[in-house]
């Protein structure tokens, strides 16, 4: 009977992202499962790579997610120094592209708060995580380096408001899009 030949060493930027990006997760006792995965490129410099957690880890789009009113973790790790609140405005300015009219209200109730999350730290460094959770019933959560910033943001519209930075109709990346939704 032949032997099979060891299956290769993982390099070592392979063993950083199993550490940063496990294929299973625990958000409170709910267990998540990677969506899908991809790299934000911008000006063809990599900027930070980023997964996408759901209960089902078969999310197909933003609307089904958001509807089902579902646990969800976005994670990032940082693949270049990143400017706090530069951060913190990128995402705000994510949110009013892809916010219903109805909603614009509830992205400017937040802004000061989400400058004042990435704010905390005047960067994050390469390889640095960091992520956002949402719990039904518990609200949104930022975590810089493990360690939460700010309260949780109360209310399913403010996490569908955050999932359309990447998600919605005006995503900071078509192709990262695709790839955080497993297409």
Same mark, same amino acid.
């Given at each position: 009977m032949a032997q099979q030949a060891a299956p290769p060493a993982a390099s070592a930027s392979e063993q950083v992202a199993v550490q940063a990006f496990p294929p299973t997760i625990f958000l409170g006792e709910e267990p998540l499962k990677i969506n899908g995965r991809g790299?934000?490129?911008?000006?063809?410099?990599?900027?930070?790579?980023?997964?996408?957690?759901?209960?089902?880890?078969?999310?197909?789009?933003m609307d089904e997610l958001a509807?089902?009113?579902?646990?969800?973790?976005?994670?990032f790790q940082a693949l270049r120094n990143i400017e706090g609140a530069g951060l913190g405005?990128?995402?705000?300015?994510?949110?009013?592209?892809? @916010?219903?009219?109805?909603?614009?209200?509830?992205?400017?109730?937040?802004?000061?708060g989400i400058v004042e999350v990435f704010s905390t730290q005047a960067s994050l460094a390469k390889g640095q995580t960091f992520h956002i959770d949402y719990m039904p019933g518990k609200g949104t959560t930022f975590y810089i380096a493990e360690t939460p910033r700010g309260k949780a943001?109360?209310?399913?519209?403010?996490?569908?408001?955050?999932?359309?930075?990447?998600?919605?109709?005006?995503?900071?990346?078509? @192709?990262?899009?695709?790839?955080?939704?497993?297409?």
């Open positions: 790299v934000r490129e911008r000006l063809f410099v990599k900027v930070y790579e980023m997964v996408l957690y759901t209960p089902s880890g078969s999310v197909g789009s509807k089902g009113d579902k646990p969800f973790r976005l994670r405005r990128i995402l705000i300015d994510g949110m009013t592209k892809n @916010a219903k009219p109805e909603l614009q209200a509830t992205v400017l109730k937040h802004t000061n943001v109360e209310g399913a519209e403010f996490a569908e408001l955050i999932l359309g930075v990447w998600l919605g109709q005006h995503p900071a990346s078509d @192709a990262l899009k695709a790839k955080l939704l497993g297409k």
